[in-house]
């Protein structure tokens, strides 16, 4: 027969684990989550639908963003055991100067719509981090005030993303301030000669600033606090086209420029003397052009898959993109990230580094800064792991061995 006994308390003292509760459901919730998935569906119950889908969603038929989601998903590592990854480190150099991890924080729009903190918030992580940071030409802070949020910060890298608009010189300004305060290169979007049809933002009715209907009104009662933080902290626009009206549609279709040729990437070589970057690129013989035209590193990119449904799938450029440029220019990668092992991939078939949007967003959304840092670690820490996992212990240990991508 088993014969039992009372345990004594220093038998159990070992076992017992008792932690402080976290109080604040913001930091419980980001502590919580693992993956980037995670923060996505935080995200999904902390902001209105409106906002939610803007980030989530694409065009038409979303078909792009899903099929650069299932490239990253089919890829096959092929890992090298025996490896010394003792010393294992993230660090990279892009564009000539140091980067903590191979990933960069992409430009996105509206910023303060996803959290009242915004552009300001992601800089701060970033430069805290050592992740260069492209400001977006819509976002919802001006140049000046991002970089004031980063100043002194010694892991900052600020790049300013520009659209070709019709009034040019609007734009030479814009590149002049961004000149000015510090921005250390430009990212020229060249993909958008109108905007895409993202049907998700047209059922929504989505409007910056936020317009007050019957439905929004609703909504309030669902999302209180992200309400309260629209309504009490400065107004949102886009900062650089402050005071225009109308829907959103609108107001980027009166921005770009449908004209615009290879020819224009000397009108902004004349006004921009620091690196350039086009971003946009979604063909070989784009790449090409682009790069013979001057560019120092170009980004594959499907805009997230928000502007052509049925896009190419950027990561599936890169292998021919790379053998093609060999080392004249950089090869930045975007469109369907939403891990580290996707970074690694994306780097091991050849790219120089990655952007990420959507995930930082997902984390803005969820806790605001806090959420920024959390997905950063997440990204982070995956990138680490698969690095070590496949016996890399240098970001240029990675190759296209380390690889193999669906048919």
């Not at 040019?168 to 000669?193: C, I, K, N």
Request: proline share 6%; hydrophobic share 45%.
């Amino acid at each position: 027969m088993t014969r039992r006994q009372v345990p004594r308390w220093s038998e159990l003292r070992d076992l017992v684990k008792l932690q402080r509760p976290e109080l604040s459901p913001t930091r419980r919730h980001l502590g919580a989550a693992l993956t980037v998935a995670d923060l996505r569906d935080v995200a999904r119950r902390r902001v209105p639908r409106a906002v939610f889908d803007y980030v989530d969603g694409a065009a038409e038929t979303e078909a792009s963003y899903r099929r650069a989601r299932a490239a990253y998903e089919g890829i096959e590592f092929q890992p090298r055991v025996l490896q010394d990854v003792g010393a294992l480190s993230t660090a990279t150099t892009v564009l000539g100067a140091p980067a903590a991890v191979p990933f960069c924080f992409a430009p996105t729009g509206f910023t303060r719509l996803m959290h009242h903190e915004g552009e300001a918030a992601v800089a701060r992580v970033a430069g805290e981090r050592g992740i260069p940071y492209a400001v977006s030409t819509l976002g919802t802070s001006t140049p000046e005030a991002v970089a004031d949020e980063v100043r002194g910060l010694p892991g900052s890298r600020l790049w300013f993303q520009l659209y070709v608009w019709r009034d040019r010189a609007a734009a030479e300004e814009l590149m002049a301030r961004a000149d000015a305060a510090g921005y250390e290169a430009l990212v020229l979007t060249v993909d958008v000669p109108v905007s895409g049809a993202r049907l998700r933002d047209v059922r929504n009715g989505l409007s910056v600033p936020p317009a007050l209907t019957t439905k929004t009104v609703l909504d309030m009662a669902r999302h209180p606090a992200w309400w309260g933080n629209v309504l009490t902290t400065a107004p949102i626009d886009f900062a650089a086209l402050a005071g225009w009206d109308g829907t959103i549609g609108d107001k980027l279709n009166a921005l770009f420029d449908p004209t615009m040729t290879l020819a224009d990437l000397d009108w902004v070589r004349r006004f921009w003397r620091k690196p350039l970057i086009v971003k946009g690129i979604q063909t070989l013989d784009d790449a090409r052009a682009v790069t013979d035209a001057g560019a120092d590193a170009i980004v594959l990119s499907s805009h997230g898959g928000r502007q052509l449904d049925r896009a190419p799938v950027p990561l599936r450029l890169v292998p021919a993109v790379r053998e093609t440029l060999g080392p004249r220019a950089q090869i930045l990668v975007d469109s369907g990230i939403m891990s580290g092992a996707d970074v690694v991939a994306a780097i091991a078939l050849g790219a120089t580094s990655t952007l990420v949007g959507r995930a930082y967003l997902f984390g803005l959304m969820a806790g605001g800064q806090a959420g920024v840092e959390r997905v950063t670690d997440i990204l982070t820490g995956e990138v680490r792991r698969t690095m070590a996992l496949l016996g890399a212990a240098t970001v240029a240990d990675l190759n296209p061995g380390h690889v193999r991508l669906a048919p």
